[in-house]
């Protein structure tokens, strides 16, 4: 039988604020365990919750950029369920009128463009974290994250593969590290994923029984784990069992999904209003200063820097992959007039390679925007080659200083005077008569061999294209 993959996502998404959504404990990470719970977290006799505005605001961020609606009126509601790390025993959550709905966020895979529709962004509280690993036979219960603020984005049933839930998923990523609402840090738990599979017969219009894929928190993950459930399903369906509404977890180690408990449905956590809370009301005012502070979103800027700066789809693509990243490509640009390619060459080429194999931020990079472009200019005014100029950007990472000052200490300023590289040549020749009288006689190959040989003598500092136009004129003068 032919098998359709059907996809639901929620994705829970961190909110950068400094303090937690009801209360003014830090949401700092990394702090000793049970540091940053206070009172109102873990709702002890007498404390009362206040709402934390900028929350309120990030929230509206994401509903402006996915062109969702944006209720002006919501209503905090208590989710009642019993876990060790909800001391509660319940959790501060929307149910019924969230902050944002309907919204509708772009994909492209394999040069297919679809939108995946979202059916609702809400607020809600993070429960503690449960430690296994450092307690033999015992576990025990750090609530930091009680009360840290997420914003749950629940997208409609629209992903058909594993590879569509992985580009909505890395869409997403990019949109709220743009928005500036999260810094995306998987493995430290600020974003992370539930998957929602299931599968039909394709052509069937009723959905199958789902599975949910518990807190996946990475891309490659995420679209290994979706792919061994459909193949779970399909094999359990056509064996003739049935795939029950169940949660499970994925095991990276072993590449497979296991069963944790069965799938509850909302009337099981007896959703009801906080008594505690006042429904969020967003005024008029409110929601137009927030979008007077939007940036510009990564579909218009790589759109923009394929128009303005000339480039292809790919190289915008790939610079307006971060924020942090399309910024340091526009302020290096500006600053070297009339090289957007070239500038671009360097900062996917170079520049990115240096970030990786340090395993450093953009922010955090030892060669500025301003220095990058000192290099770009030397390049194009041919005071360096190409070759020369990796040599220059590698003493550059290392602290050497900018371009001109490294030039001049190792003295790599690019030879362009004519008769001095002429001269070179006419050395060259003269020492190498055998593969002279060889390319004369018709052994055009040899001409790579020259250029190396003039650049070896340089010792690379000889302008390329110069040499190759001199060698030119001077072998084929004379050519028999």
């Known amino acids: 039988m032919d098998w359709e993959t059907v996809i639901g996502l929620e994705v829970h998404v961190q909110l950068l604020t400094n303090s937690k959504l009801f209360s003014g404990s830090s949401t700092r990470f990394g702090a000793e365990p049970n540091t940053q719970a206070c009172a109102v977290d873990i709702a002890l006799p007498g404390v009362l919750p206040v709402m934390n505005r900028d929350a309120a605001r990030m929230a509206v961020k994401f509903g402006l950029a996915v062109g969702a609606t944006i209720n002006r009126r919501s209503i905090f509601a208590r989710k009642n369920y019993f876990y060790p790390d909800l ?52 576990t025990g219960i750090d609530l930091n994250r009680a009360g840290t603020p997420l914003l749950e984005i629940v997208s409609e049933p629209d992903l058909r593969s594993a590879r569509e839930a992985v580009a909505y998923l890395k869409k997403l990523h990019v949109l709220v590290r743009y928005l500036g609402i999260c810094d995306g840090n998987m493995q430290e738990g600020s974003f992370r994923c539930d998957a929602n599979v299931s599968v039909r017969p394709r052509g069937q219009h009723a959905f199958g029984t789902r599975a949910e894929i518990k807190n996946v928190n990475s891309f490659r993950f995420v679209e290994k784990a979706i792919d061994y459930e459909v193949g779970r399903q399909i094999e359990l369906i056509e064996g003739g069992g049935k795939v029950v509404q169940e949660t499970r977890q994925y095991d990276s180690v072993r590449n497979e999904t296991r069963s944790m408990r069965s799938k509850e449905e909302a009337h099981d956590y007896r959703y009801f209003p906080d008594p505690d809370l006042l429904p969020l009301q967003l005024d008029p ?45 526009e302020d290096a640009v500006r600053a070297v007039p009339g090289q957007p390619k070239l500038t671009a060459n360097w900062v996917i080429g170079e520049f990115s390679g240096y970030l990786n194999r340090d395993n450093v931020e953009v922010s955090g990079a030892p060669v500025t925007s301003d220095m990058l472009a000192g290099l770009v200019q030397r390049i194009a005014d041919s005071t360096i080659s190409g070759k020369i100029a990796k040599e220059i950007f590698e003493a550059m990472w290392d602290g050497e200083g900018d371009a001109d000052a490294v030039i001049d200490k190792r003295g790599l300023r690019q030879i362009t005077d004519k008769s001095a590289i002429e001269q070179v040549i006419d ?23 020259f250029v190396g040989q003039v650049m070896k003598a340089t010792q690379g500092k000889a302008n390329p294209a110069q040499v190759n136009d001199a060698l030119r004129k001077k072998l084929d003068g004379n050519r028999t």
């Open 87 to 138: 001391p509660k025993g319940y959790q501060i959550s929307q149910y019924e009128l969230p902050v944002v709905q309907l919204g509708r966020l772009a994909i492209e895979v394999d040069g297919v463009h679809k939108e995946i529709g979202i059916t609702r962004a809400h607020l809600e509280e993070d429960a503690g974290k449960s430690l296994h690993e450092d307690f033999r036979g015992l």
């Open 285 to 329: 005012g409110f929601i137009e200063e927030t979008a007077t502070d939007m940036p510009e979103l990564p579909d218009a800027k790589r759109e923009r820097f394929t128009r303005e700066y000339g480039l292809t789809v790919y190289d915008a693509e790939v610079l307006t992959g971060s924020r942090d990243m399309a910024d340091y490509y």
């Open 427 to 449: 050395e060259v020749l003269t020492r190498n008569p055998k593969q002279l009288e060889q390319y004369r006689a018709g052994q055009d190959k040899l001409f790579g061999f």
